[in-house]
């Protein structure tokens, strides 16, 4: 058998594993896929399932690898085409060390797929909407699992000059032990930092020079000085980190980031996907952000924020006081009495830029009720389903990246899920002690009640910031500033910090756990290695990708209740409906059309914020005449801004000169909510 063949061969007897003998059999979650695996299978479902799965080839990665797509829509005669109805984009694995990302991307493919036959929402959301799944978008990070040795990758394969010396990928990691994984080399040096921690040797720390500590190592990423300039491993092959690379708060002269916004085949293939499909409403993620569980967006709030302040000479110049805050309305409103404008029309984004405000970087304040919301579902099904998410450890929406270009610029709402997190262990606490779950249900007196000494108490267990003092939330408490159920959400969302001398290593929890969930093969103990350079230094730590993906035995739970989760959010989107459409005869052959617009989805029709970014699309209503009527009022196109959630309506009016016995058609329509037309006649 030929090289080639043989190759062919295997590719189709893992296919044949993975699919099984006949049909579409479900897909094995016992082992991450690797990139071309995944492409097997999507070829295969699409091919196995013509009337409900499409291929989709979005583009190829900086190496050349295939990134596809599946588009998922039941077709029963005289439906709408699937390209035109209100759609969803499901992606996964933007950073390719996020392999679980893939997997429910996977199963909830298998849930549409194997559903679609048996679960009547299921094929009732494939026959009025159309869903797109890209599991994998960064093949190129996410084969660096599957390679030797294995190096935790979160860039694609472009190759970069890191160290400017004009050559490029030329001083990577290195498997010095040759044990198949790239760690962590440490090496006695006077100048370190670092110290083995007293209580863990195994892990390491910066030493704390106000405990008297002094640092006895230095540490390095697992290599050898390639090209000779004193540096370790600082130009590995690739690359260009994707989750960075998009352009909204973009990172300028960060080489990681890319050298400017959709710089890379990838993220300019999903852009180009994206704008290609207007449809597309709502953007689901998964990745290594959850942006339900924490509501926190990058950077500081500038132009989102509630108030700014405007330069004084400017102040000065339209009346305004330069020490006081205000909102951009009022600016709006001030600039366009003062004239400056000239005729101009002023707006809020105008305002925000002249200012040098930057980028919107928090959720718009009328999107926050429909996120919160989203949230307390999402916590709510987490308790019942009896999954543990450590939520303090949840990681907000970071700059440049794919969800932040999703909802700020192309204007939909956007959900991400990071799916797993390293299990934090539970503490016993003592039947009077304070707990966030107890604060969440306490009112202000009982709060206040509970005593200086047992608030700082509790702030300490829970690992808070030295400046979060039992004082200062007192007397917040007593102003009215927060309740005890907005500061337990506050506690919950608050990373631990570091624990005082005496107590243990922030990351020993995470070793505990890896000693067990990986049986050993989590953590290489450290070694002594001859080094060539450095000499005498010790190999260890962690191994690449632990801390992000679970043993993927274990994971299945979690895949299951978070691509169930997704279905119902898609279930949500805005639901466009003529409730009613009626004339009524106000004159001999004069009528009046009353069209009532309704929204049945839970979500509204657009977001505040595609609204302010001028992304979203309004509702476009065309009323069509027949020959011989005459439009007296109205006007023959109206455009409806959006419509709120759960059933708001919006009331349009015409007055038309005609026959009785003739008919008036009207259309609404709008690329993310479909088309509907409804003709009345005139008697």
Known sequence: MTGKLLVRFSLVLGVLLILGAAGSAKISFSQYHKPEEVNALLKSLAAENPQLAQLIVLGKSAAGKEILALRLAAQPKGSTDPEKRPAVFVSANIEGAHLIGTEAALKLIEKFI???????????????????????????????????????????????????????????????????????????????????????????????????????????EEGIDNDGDGEYNEDPPGGVALNRNWPHDFEHNTRAAGQWPISEPETLAVVRFLVGHSPIAMVLNFSTENTILNLQQTGQARAGADRVRVPRQLATFLGLEPDQEYSLKEIVETVKASGVGGGMEITEDMVASFLGLGPAVTLDRQDMPLFEAVQKEYKEALKEAKIDYPEKRAKGVGKGSFVAYCYYQYGVPVFSVDLWAVPEPKKEAAKDALT????????????????????????????????????????????????????????????????????????????????????????????????????????????????????????????????????????????????EARVEEVAPELYQMTVLLTNDGWFPTSTAQGRRAQTAWPIRVTLNMEAGQTLFSGRPIETVPFLGASGDTKKLEWMVKGKKGSRLTVTASSPKLGSLTKTVTLQ
């Open 436 to 579: 966030a779950e107890k604060l969440k249900s306490m009112s202000s007196d009982e709060f206040l009640s509970l005593g200086e000494e047992k608030i700082a108490s509790f702030l300490k267990e829970q690992g808070a910031p030295p400046n979060f003092s039992a004082e200062m939330l007192i007397k917040m408490v007593k102003s009215g500033q927060v309740t005890p159920a907005r500061m337990a959400e506050m506690m919950e969302k608050m990373p631990r910090r570091p624990q005082p001398d005496g107590e243990e290593h922030p990351d020993l929890y995470i070793l505990r756990w890896v000693d067990e969930a990986w049986k050993g093969h989590g953590f290489v103990d450290w070694k002594p290695f001859q080094h060539p350079t450095l000499g005498e230094v010790e190999i260890g730590g962690f191994a690449p990708f632990v801390k992000i993906n679970p043993p993927p035995e274990t994971m299945e739970s979690s895949l299951d209740f978070h691509a169930n989760f997704f279905l119902r959010l898609m279930s949500k989107l805005p639901e466009l409906r003529i409730q």
């Open 114 to 220: 194997h559903g679609s036959a048996s679960d009547k929402s299921i094929a009732q959301l494939l026959e009025k909407r159309t869903i797109y799944v890209a599991p994998l978008l960064n093949p190129d990070g996410a084969q660096a699992f599957f390679a030797s040795p294995r190096v935790e990758k979160w860039a694609n394969s472009r190759p970069m000059d890191d160290d400017l010396d004009m050559k490029l990928d030329e001083d990577g990691p290195d498997d010095l032990n040759k044990d198949g994984l790239i760690t962590q080399m440490r090496v006695k040096d006077a100048e370190g930092k670092w110290i083995a921690d007293p209580g863990e040797p195994r892990l390491m720390r910066l030493a704390d020079p106000k405990k008297g500590e002094k640092g006895m190592y230095a540490l390095y």
